[in-house]
């Protein structure tokens, strides 16, 4: 279950089509609230080509201050519906006349023609009456936090006017505040305290202690927040709930669907939260806008100084980025980053300059002033959750739910909890204000996350730590980083005795000389069995893995899942797996345990999993360029594997594994299609845009239609079990997916 997905727009692929555009319409926006460089009337005008742009951004047709029979400020089309908008940005609230004219221009056109009148101000208690009184609506009334919302991606235009359609048509309201539309979708969340079936989490040398405090069941979301000792904020798939642990009641905290992460609470008590593209604040019962312009995955996390700031881990196109929030949309302020776009999970800060991100790329260390960053690797895998400690340490959470005391200067990792039940891969951390630690992570065994409470009062400090922080050199270059092992034991510690019994550390240069060393010696080791390794996967695994860069955490990921689903019986009747799959394990362990046996329960470096893909890399180019050609033949062994949105795709050689990670029983499983019953594959490449999606027609079963007129347009509803959705990074391995299956079904015919 992947960390970032969003809203339901965001899920079915629909984003803003010009990033750049979009940000300089927020920003834009900020200058007409303070009428820079515009007089009100001029304002007025710009403000409806505002509006326009921001519509063509979300790929909806729109056209601004349209003369005809009565000037039309927005005309636009939206699932085949016609509207002319009306904006009227004034210091008076709107009034009965203004909607009159409105109404008048509607009842000139089309039948089925709606009305929008967007006023910044608001509107009089007798316009809105007026217009519900016993006439056909035929208007809809938004106001400045509709628009923001909209403006910020907060609630894209398409989810939003679709909301006041439905409450309009619905509720016979032609007005409702934000956070009455928002609260229409949300349904009271399954919290279950007696979670505790008896998990206690492992610990290493009793430095922490887990136990169970709450379960919350049918969540495609996932976030925590403590309010107060024994008192929790909880994210879930249909709003935010407060449990209170003592007397174990749950009450509603925000009533709104599809928000994400961990909310944050202010000073003056508002609650921030992050959802789709945007962040909201919730404030006295009423929602307005924070933040916004996201195109990435975010997340919250608290300055030191009682700021608050939103990570945006970005995209393919836009890189990642950190915001700081303010009162106002238009005064948040954006700073890029030195890290791999898409790849952020998380950030906390750890002085008022330095910055602590963690992700599919390591560890970064980053001072905002001059956006310097310091990059270390990371032994855990899928690092998500982050807690700041002090100015030298973190604690993160990763795969199989591995808690970890992590120092910034070094790397390196000492764990001081393990709960191989959970899924690190999708966890966050809270802290409350005695100290005790709260971790959410979904269970590996039921479609729900569990809340564990780790008592880590005096957590062990890592080896190292009380050596000198490495400084930088005149080039601007530091002292080599430490390696990364994921349970340091006492021979890891570069510690000597005195003659007193006390331990001394030796100066640090002569520490980080044998580290450098050290590493060396675990990437030759990797490269070496990576190498005696690659004839077992065979060419078609090489070249997939080719065609990613020989980046192995997908690869690892789909294997694993598909794995660990024959193992505990989800898999279909025949399923198999590959044969070299224990072979492999043996040498990369947590990454490709499927259900964490004794056997694979160590973690290799981060060096030697480098030097593995570079090994198999090796063999790779040695073959394709022998003599200027690629095998004419590919081994018997295939073996393909291609993560998409919510699922991946394994192929065997002989049958495709579809398997799903969706919410709820109709969009989760696994679906096993032998070659001789594909009939054909069909193939819609991603776009920037758009999720692409495959489908595999089978004997006998007519292919599921394209879905055109809902947020999952142009493909094939999500609970179709022949197709599956994928991002834009994906297009080439699903190409070359598609080759090896219309190869074998060639073969077979």
């Known amino acids: 279950m992947a960390d970032t997905s969003v809203c339901a727009m965001a ?13 300089a319409l927020i920003t834009e926006y900020g200058q007409l609230t303070k009428l820079t460089g515009h007089s009100p009337q001029s304002r007025g005008q710009r403000f409806n080509g505002l509006i326009a742009e921001l519509l063509e951004c979300w790929d909806i047709s729109a056209r601004a201050n349209k003369r005809s029979k009565g000037e039309i400020d927005v005309g636009f089309t939206l699932e085949g519906v016609r509207y ?45 009456a007026d217009l519900g009184d016993g006439q056909r609506l035929e208007l809809l009334l938004l106001d400045r936090t509709h628009w923001e919302a909209m403006l910020s991606g907060l609630v894209p235009p398409q989810e939003l006017l679709s909301l006041a359609r439905d409450h309009a048509a619905f509720q016979g309201d032609a007005y409702a505040p934000l956070h009455k539309l928002l609260a229409s979708q949300a349904r009271p969340s399954s919290v279950d305290f007696n979670a505790s079936a008896q998990r206690p989490g492992t610990d290493n040398a009793g430095s922490a202690q887990s136990r169970p405090v709450l379960s919350v069941r049918n969540s495609n979301q996932l976030g925590l927040y403590c309010i107060a000792p024994d008192s929790l904020l909880l994210t879930t798939a249909r709003g935010i709930v407060r449990a209170d642990l003592t007397s174990r009641t749950v009450s509603p905290a925000i009533d709104v669907a599809h928000c994400h992460r961990n909310p944050l609470v202010l000073g003056d008590g508002s609650i921030l939260f992050t959802r789709c593209f945007g962040v909201g604040r919730f404030h006295n019962g009423r929602i307005s806008v924070a933040a916004g312009g996201a195109v990435g995955a975010t997340s919250l996390t608290p300055g030191t100084d009682d700021t608050a700031w939103f990570l945006d881990n970005g995209s393919e196109s836009t890189p990642a980025s950190i915001s700081r929030i303010a009162t106002e949309l238009t005064d948040q302020a954006r700073y890029g980053l030195d890290y791999p776009a898409a790849m952020a999970t998380n950030a906390a800060w750890i002085t008022p300059e330095q910055l602590v991100i963690i ?24 690092p998500m ?38 899924r690190g891969s999708v966890s966050e951390l809270a802290q409350s204000a005695n100290g005790d630690i709260y971790v959410a992570a979904y269970d590996m065994s039921a479609d729900n996350y569990t809340v564990m ?65 050290s590493r060396r010696e675990e990437r030759e080791r990797g490269h070496s069995d990576g190498f005696a390794f690659a004839p077992a996967l065979g060419w078609p695994c090489l070249e997939h893995l080719a065609a990613r860069g020989f980046r192995l955490d997908f690869w690892l990921e789909s294997l694993r899942n598909g794995w660990h689903d024959v193992l505990v019986g989800r898999a279909p009747d025949g399923a198999t797996t590959a044969a070299w799959l224990p072979e492999l394990a043996d040498r990369l362990g947590t990454y490709l345990d499927p259900v964490g046996q004794e056997r694979w329960s160590f973690t290799p470096s981060s060096d030697y999993v480098e030097g593995f893909a570079d090994g198999l890399r090796s063999v790779y180019d040695s073959v394709r360029h022998a003599n200027g050609k690629t095998p004419d033949e590919a081994p018997a062994s295939v073996f393909l594997a291609v993560k998409g949105i919510l699922g991946s795709i394994n192929f065997d050689g002989s049958a495709v594994t579809i398997r799903k990670e969706g919410y709820g029983p109709r969009m989760k499983g696994v679906k096993r299609l032998p070659v001789n019953e594909i009939q054909q594959v069909i193939v819609k490449p991603a776009t920037a845009m758009f999720h692409g999606y495959i489908q595999f027609v089978v004997q006998d079963q007519p292919p599921a239609p394209d879905v055109r007129l809902s947020l999952a347009a142009g493909r094939p509803h999500r609970e179709d079990p022949y197709s599956i959705s994928f991002s834009r990074r994906a297009n080439s391995d699903i190409e070359r997916l598609k080759q090896h299956v219309n190869s074998a079904i060639t073969s077979y015919h």
């Open 84 to 128: 002319v908008l009306e904006a009227k940005w004034e210091k008076t609230k709107a009034d009965t006349g203004d909607l009159a004219k409105l109404h008048k221009r509607v009842q000139q056109r089309l039948s089925g023609t709606h009305g929008v009148f967007l006023a910044m101000a608001g509107y009089t208690p007798e316009a809105v």
């Open 453 to 517: 409470q780790l008592n880590t009062a005096a957590p062990q400090t890592p080896p190292l730590l009380n050596v000198a922080t490495p400084t930088a050199t005149a080039s601007g270059s530091t002292h080599p980083t430490a390696p990364i092992r994921a349970r340091p034991t006492q021979r890891d510690a570069p510690h000597t005795l005195t003659s007193g019994g006390q331990t001394a550390t030796p100066p640090f240069n002569e520490v980080a000389a044998a580290l450098v060393i």
């Open 359 to 382: 992700g599919g790329a390591g560890m970064a260390v980053t001072t905002l002033s001059d956006r310097s960053a310091s990059h270390r690797a990371l032994t855990q895998a899928n």
């Open 385 to 422: 959750g982050l807690l700041r400690r002090d100015e030298n340490t973190v604690l993160t959470t990763g795969d199989n739910l591995t808690v970890a005391v992590t120092h910034l200067h070094t790397g390196q990792p000492l764990e001081v909890a393990v709960v191989p039940e959970l």
């Open 11 to 23: 899920d079915t692929g629909i984003v803003p089509r010009d990033t750049d555009t979009w940000r």
